[in-house]
């Protein structure tokens, strides 16, 4: 610190030894007289106008400027692309919205498709074959009541040559549904 005599004395010198904050960040400031730092403390102008003139200061100042200069130009620009940018706004909300009635015109069409095919399903298929075979039989015992009935408009060996071709495709079926169920029945 300086000594309580070079304060006192006007044109004095703070001592260049001296490592606090302003002599590290303003060492020009810190050089200054008393008269001087007593002026800077009570005019802000003066302060303004000593710190502002600082290179640090112009520096910062010069800086400010080319990153204004810069923004503007960038305003510019953004200015200038403006309306491509509200085309393209107004082309991906078009676009948006077809995508999602495509996407809700792909679910309807995929259902109806699904029921379509339902239909054909191994498990569809397999019901109906099982209700064919439960026919087939069905038209076996028909056959057999009438033949017993005496409603048979043949001989018995037209309906023994009947009988065996409906009792042959029964157990055909009853065959391939055992085949099913025991999974040997590759679905495509």
């Given at each position: 610190?300086?000594?309580?005599a070079?304060?006192?004395?006007?044109?004095?010198?703070q001592?260049?030894?001296?490592?606090?904050?302003?002599?590290r960040?303003?060492?020009?400031?810190?050089?200054?007289?008393?008269?001087?730092?007593?002026?800077?403390l009570?005019?802000?102008a003066?302060f303004?106008?000593?710190?502002?003139?600082?290179?640090?200061?112009?520096?910062?100042?010069d800086?400010?400027q080319?990153?204004?200069?810069?923004?503007?130009e960038?305003?510019q620009?953004?200015?200038?692309?403006?309306?491509?940018?509200e085309?393209l706004?107004?082309?991906?909300?078009?676009?948006?919205?077809?995508?999602?009635?495509l996407?809700q015109?792909?679910?309807?069409?995929d259902?109806?498709?699904?029921a379509a095919y339902r239909r054909?399903?191994q498990?569809a298929?397999?019901?109906?074959?099982?209700?064919?075979?439960?026919?087939?039989?069905?038209?076996?015992d028909s056959?057999?009541?009438?033949?017993?009935?005496?409603d048979?408009?043949?001989d018995d060996?037209?309906?023994?040559?009947?009988?065996?071709?409906?009792?042959?495709?029964?157990?055909?079926?009853?065959?391939?549904l055992?085949k099913w169920?025991?999974?040997?029945?590759?679905?495509?």
């Amino acid at each position: 610190m300086a000594s309580a005599a070079s304060l006192a004395q006007p044109g004095a010198r703070q001592d260049p030894h001296i490592n606090d904050q302003l002599a590290r960040d303003f060492p020009d400031a810190a050089n200054l007289p008393r008269e001087d730092m007593q002026l800077l403390l009570e005019d802000p102008a003066y302060f303004d106008a000593y710190f502002n003139t600082m290179p640090q200061a112009t520096a910062y100042h010069d800086a400010v400027q080319l990153k204004m200069r810069d923004n503007l130009e960038l305003a510019q620009k953004s200015e200038a692309i403006k309306p491509d940018l509200e085309r393209l706004r107004e082309d991906t909300a078009r676009l948006f919205n077809e995508a999602n009635d495509l996407k809700q015109r792909w679910a309807y069409l995929d259902e109806a498709q699904r029921a379509a095919y339902r239909r054909f399903s191994q498990q569809a298929q397999q019901a109906r074959y099982r209700a064919a075979t439960t026919q087939q039989e069905h038209l076996s015992d028909s056959l057999v009541a009438a033949f017993l009935a005496g409603d048979n408009d043949g001989d018995d060996e037209s309906f023994v040559k009947q009988y065996r071709e409906v009792r042959k495709l029964y157990h055909k079926r009853q065959v391939g549904l055992a085949k099913w169920d025991e999974g040997n029945v590759v679905w495509m």
